[in-house]
């Protein structure tokens, strides 16, 4: 990796492009620090440092480099954008004229999908806005009350969201590429200091003896799943295929072999993040009527069941994990299409004839492919909540990166790569005839 990063440095139009970039971070972190008006930043800190870690929030938080718990300008950051490219992927395939536009539209169809996921990440971002908005005046979080007080935080907040969206067009248009990525990886690191001050003062100032315990463990723990994740990312099931020799006037075409690709973790994080939206629902819905499970009464006795620390919780965590690795992995993936397309093109499964027979092996492999991608998906976001949950000094370490977005970070950095790799190729190509 530091290795490509040299040879793209010495090359002037990546460096430029390097450079850009860096710019653009460096806005989003300065934005990252401007306060919203009429907002009581210390109470709001305060506030979501007790109540963000049960919630989909603290998801949020992390994701957002910490602006979404001190209320500045980016607080919502990428996520409305990212839920709109979720929502509009799922509706491209269950409404025909979506799905038309995106396979037969060409360019002019990928720019008008593009356009109406722009359209509704302001319209997440509206909501999202306005959410945050009750949070702060159910909770007398805000230093001015009134309606003007309140259109001035949902418009800051929207606009910020939009802005930050801009900004990864721009990476992706003159920079090095996987803007919403870079932008999603920054805020995620920005954390990384301050987490490593708490430990470091934390172990100044000593303690308990697992904090002596936990800390070595944790960053092999950290260290092992860095290196599980890149493995599992670059994994793939190769299925092989055949293509039958046909003659076209004079000339020969087919004949050769080549494989069908089924990568291991085909979903991504997102049944992560799924999961991890719907298990934290409860403690999401208490947090906006100001209920936490040391409330006490029924709202305690039930969030305290969906405690991120308690067995309910994991196991819950888990079996969504599962479900929603083969759900994104089934409208991604259609292997009557891939079957249909192999028969058109002379291609077939050796083994196997085409047609469903050849659909029907695709799905038995696709299926113990996402098993696979499901438990290892599982294992990377459930180890930092057990790890919490067997000692109480390492849940309060104020470990940044968790799992799911150890993720994220290790997958966008070996995305950028892979870019890098691919534009210093392209440079350095002299063709077969040298």
């Known amino acids: 990796m530091l290795q490509t990063l040299k040879n793209a440095w010495k090359v002037e139009e990546i460096r430029k492009k390097l450079?850009?970039?860096l710019f653009v971070i460096l806005l989003f972190r300065l934005g990252n620090a401007i306060p919203v008006p009429n907002i009581n930043n210390a109470l709001l800190s305060q506030y979501f440092t007790s109540s963000l870690n049960n919630t989909i929030l603290g998801l949020y938080n992390v994701m957002s480099g910490s602006a979404f718990q001190y209320g500045t300008i980016f607080a919502l950051s990428i996520q409305p954008y990212i839920n709109a490219s979720i929502i509009i992927q799922l509706l491209t395939i269950a409404i025909p004229a979506l799905e038309r536009m995106s396979k037969e539209g060409g360019e002019e169809g990928k720019k008008k999908l593009e356009n109406?996921?722009?359209y509704s990440t302001v319209a997440i971002a509206l909501l999202q806005a306005y959410g945050y908005y009750v949070i702060l005046s159910t909770n007398n979080l805000m230093s001015n009350t009134g309606a003007w007080p309140a259109i001035v935080i949902v418009a800051t907040l929207v606009a910020g969201s939009c802005l930050v969206m801009w900004m990864g067009e721009q990476i992706?248009?003159?920079?090095?590429?996987?803007g919403i990525s870079v932008i999603l990886f920054a805020g995620i690191i920005a954390r990384v200091p301050n987490t490593v001050v708490n430990m470091v003062t934390n172990l100044i100032h000593g303690g308990s003896w697992k904090i002596y315990v936990a800390y070595p463990l944790m960053i092999l723990g950290g260290l092992a799943m860095i290196v599980l994740i890149v493995i599992v990312t670059n994994a793939e099931r190769r299925i092989p295929v055949m293509y039958s020799k046909r003659v076209v006037g004079r000339k020969i075409y087919g004949g050769q072999s080549t494989h069908l690709p089924l990568k291991v973790n085909m979903s991504g994080v997102l049944p992560v993040i799924f999961a991890g939206s719907i298990a934290s629902l409860p403690a999401t819905i208490g947090m906006f009527f100001g209920k936490t499970?040391?409330?006490?009464?029924?709202?305690?006795?039930?969030?305290?069941?969906?405690?991120q620390k308690s067995a309910l919780y994991m196991i819950i965590y888990f079996l969504l994990i599962i479900f929603f690795s083969y759900f994104y992995s089934t409208i991604q993936f259609n292997p009557i299409e891939v079957s249909n397309n192999l028969m058109k093109n002379g291609g077939y499964i050796p083994g196997f004839r085409p047609g469903k027979p050849t659909s029907a092996f695709i799905s038995k492999v696709l299926n113990k492919v996402t098993l696979f991608g499901a438990i290892y998906l599982a294992i990377i976001a459930l180890v930092p909540l057990i790890v919490g949950a067997i000692s109480q000094t390492a849940s309060n370490t104020g470990i940044a990166i968790g799992g799911t977005s150890l993720i994220i970070v290790v997958g966008v950095a070996l995305e950028t790569v892979k870019a890098l790799e691919a534009q210093l190729i392209m440079r350095n190509y002299k063709g077969f005839l040298e």
């Open 293 to 307: 499970e040391n409330s006490g009464g029924g709202w305690g006795t039930f969030l305290g069941l969906f405690n």
């Open 116 to 118: 109406i996921t722009r």
């Open 172 to 178: 992706t248009e003159f920079g090095i590429g996987n």
């Open 19 to 21: 450079l850009f970039t």
